[in-house]
């Protein structure tokens, strides 16, 4: 079976732009991207599915099935969601991020926000922005410092999911920026998360608050917890439900 996205119901895409992470340092992509589906009431619309996706689902507080990949809409802010609790197969990580660049390629939205974190022993002692960016195709990134956003150093290489879809995005000149907080990599950092979504509230002048989800933060470690022993133990078939 290929990768699929499969819709809940007909939506128009065009104009928004998807925002999406993987685990990665810090587990910033996926805790930023869970924080604003919560604060901003986005609905669930959609789902991916593939082949060797993870043979898991949870249910949440109101008793809703929670997938692997799940597409969610925020009207408010015109933003699309991709919450990828699971890490797609390694076999299966090209052909994940074609069919998420053929996604906003295809429903005409203006582009990628990815997340995801840069381990803080790259931090300069003088650093005054807490963060570094990749920029492509010429994402609009008025809202950030006058001089622009701190671009990433040369040299450093970005791997994963992440390099997958800026390959796929480059090839489709699909305009995107990546953020890359800097970030604890040992454990599920907040604060990095919390930067994310400051920086994304400066990208489009928009005001979705940050506390709660420093408030939470023991929820959300416990939470990215449960999926970092799932992930191992759904490769040695040890599945305990």
Sequence with gaps: MPIEIHFFEEVNLEGKHLITGFHGIGVVG??????????????KIGMITSEKMPPLVSLDEEGTIQLPFELFLDDENDFVYLLVRFSPH???????TVKVAELIE????????????????????????GYRAVITNGFNVEGLDLDGPPLIDAGLFISGGIAMLLIELQKRHVPSITLFPFADRENPDMVAASKAIT????????????????????????EVD????QEKKKESNHIYM
């Design 106 to 129: 295809k429903s005409g939205m203006h582009g990628l926000i990815l997340l995801g974190g840069l381990d803080e022993s790259y931090k300069p002692d003088d650093d005054e922005h």
């Design 30 to 43: 996926y805790i930023a991207t869970k924080f604003l589906i919560e604060e901003t009431g986005a609905r």
């Design 226 to 229: 449960q999926i970092l022993q």
């Design 90 to 96: 390694p076999s299966e990580l090209r052909d994940f």
């Design 199 to 222: 920086i994304i509230n400066q990208l489009f002048d928009i005001q979705i608050k940050t506390e709660n989800l420093m408030e939470e933060a023991k929820e959300f470690e416990e």
